[in-house]
């Protein structure tokens, strides 16, 4: 019951300042002992359960009177009953039932116990503690309630649940998967573990239902869950933090894991290719001719330093340079793109795909590739005629000549023939 008592004195002085009392008792009330709180500890590790030793010294003599109407000499008298916990403590939470019973103090006496407290996975690195302190003296006719103040310095120590993120890379405007990966190093079961991701709001949304519950991993092992999320199509923003907390059991007590993954961000490029045509219509052998097709970036984002490389099948060969320099695309933008390329006497009639490379860089500055292809249509012209029946023929002179011969009579005898159907005509009228 005394306990009960102690922590309501407790949390009753948690908004005095430091050092503050709070007597009670029949008056006149005599001075409370001298003591101090001091711990050995300086740095507690975050995002774990930490036993700070808390060290209470009655001095030897008591404090000073300023009340002129009270004159008490002496030493210190003994502390009884002495309850201490720690109250009012941003990123430190009270573990149990949040105070520590010390029992009696004697002047002149230290007295020290293991406070377990919680210290959030995202304390700062200073905690400015406020240490809460209850007892009674002068044979429990009196009682005194105070808070002194204890700073700690915090670290990230080590934890055997590791975790991080794929892709390190998000596109901007669209919904996407993310995988996040847990992997249990050390040499038991973590259990119950609780994993929450969220995002800054004004970066994006975590579409999947938070937050999710693991039962178990076992010693080095892994684990893997999907989540869903969402990146605002911001360009400007290039890295997104996102945030994830861990809670677990480890066998013996919890833990937490509160870490802020950087990710980046890479707008949405979207470069679509239209509207191909080639100048002349049908290229022919061993004769140059231009592929031209407009770009569109459908996107949210520019796409810089954009380049058109053709890739010739057997028998054509760029024109010219062999990647022409397109520049940006502005997100909606469009731009025209022609390139040119020789057909080579050894090629055959017929239809061609004409492979183009499109490369660019995103905001990231990382190189990306995207590709074009079209088809050209080759005919032959009156000039690759004779050469066209030669190889046909097997390169036979006479056989050529005599298809020539035959020609030249058919032609002659149309003509003929046309002539005298226009001189009858003219008789008859």
């Known amino acids: ?89 941003r990123g430190v939470y009270p573990y149990g039932n949040g105070t520590v019973v010390f029992g009696a103090i004697n002047p002149n006496t230290t007295a020290t116990r293991d406070v377990p407290v919680f210290v959030s996975g995202n304390a700062s690195d200073f905690l400015f503690s406020e240490i809460g302190i209850g007892y009674y003296y002068d044979s429990d006719t009196y009682s005194d309630s105070e808070i002194r103040n204890i700073t700690f310095t915090t670290k990230t120590c080590s934890t055997p649940l590791s975790v991080n993120v794929s892709p390190q890379v998000l596109t901007s405007g669209v919904i996407q998967n993310i995988t996040v990966n847990l992997t249990n190093s050390g040499s038991s079961a973590l259990n119950n573990i609780s994993l929450r991701i969220s995002l800054p709001t004004q970066d994006g949304a975590v579409l999947s239902k938070q937050p999710v519950q693991i039962p178990a991993i076992n010693p080095d092992s892994k684990m893997k869950i999907n989540e869903e999320v969402y990146v605002a199509g911001n360009e400007s923003d290039q890295s997104v933090p996102l945030n994830l907390s861990l809670i677990f059991y480890n066998g013996t007590r919890v833990n937490q894991i ?64 062999n990647t022409v320099f397109v520049g940006s695309i502005t997100p909606g933008g469009q731009t025209p793109v022609t390139v040119s390329l020789f057909a080579s006497n050894s090629v055959k009639p017929g239809t061609y795909v004409i492979p183009i490379r499109l490369n660019y860089m995103n905001n990231l500055r990382q190189n990306m ?55 009858s005509s003219r008789r008859s009228r």
């Not at 500890?41 to 000073?64: F, L, W, Y």
């Not at 100048?279 to 052998?285: E, H, L, R």
């Not at 001719?289 to 010739?312: D, H």
């Open 1 to 89: 019951m005394k306990n009960i008592v102690y922590l309501a004195v407790i949390l009753s002085v948690v908004v005095q300042m430091s050092f503050a009392s709070g007597l009670s008792g029949p008056s006149p009330i005599p001075p409370p002992p001298n003591f101090y709180i001091t711990s050995a500890v300086t740095t507690v590790c975050r995002g774990q359960i930490n036993e700070i030793p808390i060290s209470v010294t009655n001095k030897a003599n008591v404090k000073p009177v300023y009340d002129t109407n009270v004159s008490f000499i002496g030493q210190n008298p003994t502390m009884q009953d002495v309850s201490v916990g720690f109250v009012n403590t």
């Open 258 to 321: 509160y870490d802020n993954l950087a990710v980046l961000s890479s707008g949405l490029i979207a470069i679509s290719p239209s509207e191909f045509a080639t100048s002349p219509t049908s290229p022919s052998p061993n004769g140059i001719f231009s592929v031209s097709f407009v770009l569109t970036n459908t996107g949210t984002a520019s796409a810089s330093s954009l380049e058109a490389t053709p890739i010739p099948p057997s028998g054509f060969s760029n024109f010219g340079a």
């Open 369 to 423: 590739t995207i590709w074009a292809n079209t088809s050209v249509s080759v005919a032959y012209s009156a000039a690759n005629y004779t050469q066209f029946v030669h190889a046909r023929t097997g390169g036979g002179g006479g056989l050529f000549t005599l298809v020539l011969l035959a020609l030249v009579i058919i032609l002659a005898i149309m003509y003929y023939r046309q002539r005298k159907v226009l001189r």
